[in-house]
């Protein structure tokens, strides 16, 4: 298989499942961690590697693998390759055109890159349907991609993984812990530190993606990226505090199906490797009764996250998640660096998206990219005035 994003933790159990796996590794790829990448190419000895960074170059060890460098290093690098299943686990905006190249040379995406659909899912959608008429195919998005979130993996398990598609869903539902400030008091939300962002009660994940669990744009984010791959605007989302129940559905006779497991990425990496050695060969950390106690389900308190109000406009207008998404990342760079506070998230961002609510839906890459910067011009000129 190939790996983009090796050494982020979506990475790192990927080769840890490849490897149990027995599954050769034909490429790798990997951002500004040189020290982990030099041990994974010696590790797996993958044919073809990719850093981001050219100044990283006199860092690699390459040993015999063959060497890419950059953005179109790395799309070389995808035409180099003879593997069927690529993993895009590269984070935010810059993984797009990674998703994009991999469908275009007709390969199997693992999807951890989540913006790639909330940012061109309307381009990705035609470009399967596309590929469906050229080679009189019928195949729809999700045999194409295979998503490897958590609550995608679970309402793909629950809809298709058991053979269960005789019955139709009215609602789908994925659930969020909360964040780092789900028990923060509301008054004291808009001056919370970074250092209190970052403590997520229930994930260690990466710093960006705590942020967005805190703000609840990693949820908005889910909730588009559901509506393109189930193709439904009938979504919605709980926190559940255990992390336990990942997604759950209602099917129309009133009944529900809900996907229960520890938190761990391993499970629905190990799906989109190999379905049947996941099913018959491959567990993870195994659930007692005990643990059903520590449920717990709350609405989403939109005072406490401001930005969810803002769900169903990004449901009808799913085009809109190009600006949630420029806004979003310009903002997560600047509080990292602590110059901007908390509150600016959901101040900069609820007027980007009310400023832009009744703009057309590019229809192609360059339109998105247009569009992304008039978005990061308008949120500079925002934060110029808080």
Not at 185 to 190: E, M, Q, R, S, T
Not at 295 to 301: A, H, K, P, R
Not at 354 to 368: A, K, M, N, Y
Request: net charge neutral; with cysteine.
């Amino acid at each position: 298989m190939v790996i983009l994003g090796s050494t982020g933790s979506i990475g790192l159990n990927a080769l840890r499942v490849a490897k149990q796996f027995n599954i050769q590794i034909e490429a790798l790829a990997c951002g500004s961690n040189i020290e982990l990448f030099n041990q994974q190419i010696k590790q797996f000895k993958p044919k073809f590697i990719a850093i981001s960074n050219p100044n990283n170059l006199e860092l690699l060890e390459s040993n015999d693998s063959i060497v890419f460098v950059g953005d179109d290093g790395i799309l070389s690098m995808l035409e180099s390759c003879k593997t069927h299943n690529i993993l895009n686990a590269v984070i935010g905006f810059a993984g797009l055109k990674f998703s994009l190249k991999i469908l275009d040379l007709q390969k199997d995406l693992i999807l951890a890159n989540k913006e790639s659909l909330v940012i061109a899912g309307s381009i990705i959608f035609n470009k399967i349907k596309q590929q469906n008429h050229k080679n009189n195919a019928k195949q729809t998005i999700l045999d194409r991609i295979f998503p490897i979130d958590s609550e995608h993996f679970s309402l793909w398990s629950i809809l298709y993984g058991h053979k269960n598609t005789n019955k139709n869903f009215v609602n789908l539902y994925i659930t969020a812990s909360g964040g780092a400030l789900r028990d923060f008091a509301i008054k004291d939300l808009p001056n919370a530190k970074l250092c209190d962002v970052l403590s997520h009660p229930t994930w260690n994940m990466g710093k960006k993606i705590t942020i967005d669990s805190a703000t609840l744009v990693n949820k908005l984010y889910e909730i588009l990226e559901a509506c393109w791959l189930f193709d439904t605007k009938n979504i919605d989302a709980l926190i559940e505090r255990s992390s336990l129940i990942h997604a759950f559905v209602e099917f129309e006779d009133s009944s529900f199906q809900a996907h229960i497991s520890h938190a761990d990425m391993c499970l629905p990496i190990a799906y989109a490797i190999d379905p049947n050695k996941a099913s018959n060969e491959f567990h993870i950390k195994k659930l007692s009764t005990k643990d059903f106690v520590r449920i717990n389900f709350q609405e989403i308190n939109q005072d406490r996250y401001p930005l969810w109000r803002y769900k169903n406009l990004l449901l009808n207008k799913p085009h809109l998640g190009i600006a949630l998404n420029a806004s979003n990342e310009m903002l997560q760079d600047m509080f990292l660096r602590e110059e901007i506070p908390f509150c600016a998230f959901w101040k900069i961002t609820s007027i980007v998206l009310e400023r832009f609510e009744d703009i057309g839906s590019p229809q192609t890459l360059q339109d998105i990219m247009l569009f992304r910067e008039e978005v990061i011009e308008l949120s500079k000129f925002l934060i110029k005035k808080l």
